[in-house]
């Protein structure tokens, strides 16, 4: 299983940015979809999580109403919409899959198997 992130870059506070990753290697229809975020001197953390194919979806608090996680499945793709963003949403973003995770597994990176390799995102004036 390969991962592919892209998508980051400079951004004024209030802008958008849409992260993608690529999925290859596997079948993704029993996956669990995560975006994880760590900025400089901080733990890493979970931004949103879902299904590969719907259901169960997970947001932190901090970005609910502002980011949305989605999924072309005929691309294979993962996709974070971020708007609104915030200088405290500067970060390296990475995206990663885990098998059959309950819920409550959604927000926790050593559940995730595979990690795609990072994407950085600079929310500043």
């Known amino acids: 299983v390969q991962l592919q992130a892209s998508g980051g870059g400079l951004v004024q506070p209030g802008g958008s940015l849409r992260l993608s990753c690529a999925a290859s290697?596997?079948?993704?229809?029993?996956?669990?979809m995560g975006w994880f975020r760590q900025a400089p001197g901080k733990e890493r953390e979970c931004v949103a999580a879902?299904?590969?194919?719907?259901?169960?979806?997970y947001y932190l608090g901090s970005v609910k109403g502002r980011f949305t996680i989605s999924r072309d499945s005929a691309k294979n793709t993962v996709y974070l919409q971020m708007n609104n963003l915030k200088a405290e949403d500067t970060a390296v973003y990475y995206c990663?899959?885990?098998?059959?995770?309950?819920?409550?597994?959604?927000?926790?990176?050593?559940?995730?198997?595979?990690w795609g390799q990072g994407t950085l995102v600079t929310v500043s004036s």
């Open positions: 879902r299904r590969w194919n719907g259901g169960s979806t």
């Open positions: 290697g596997g079948t993704f229809s029993e996956y669990v």
């Open positions: 990663a899959a885990g098998p059959r995770l309950i819920y409550s597994d959604f927000n926790q990176g050593h559940r995730y198997n595979y």
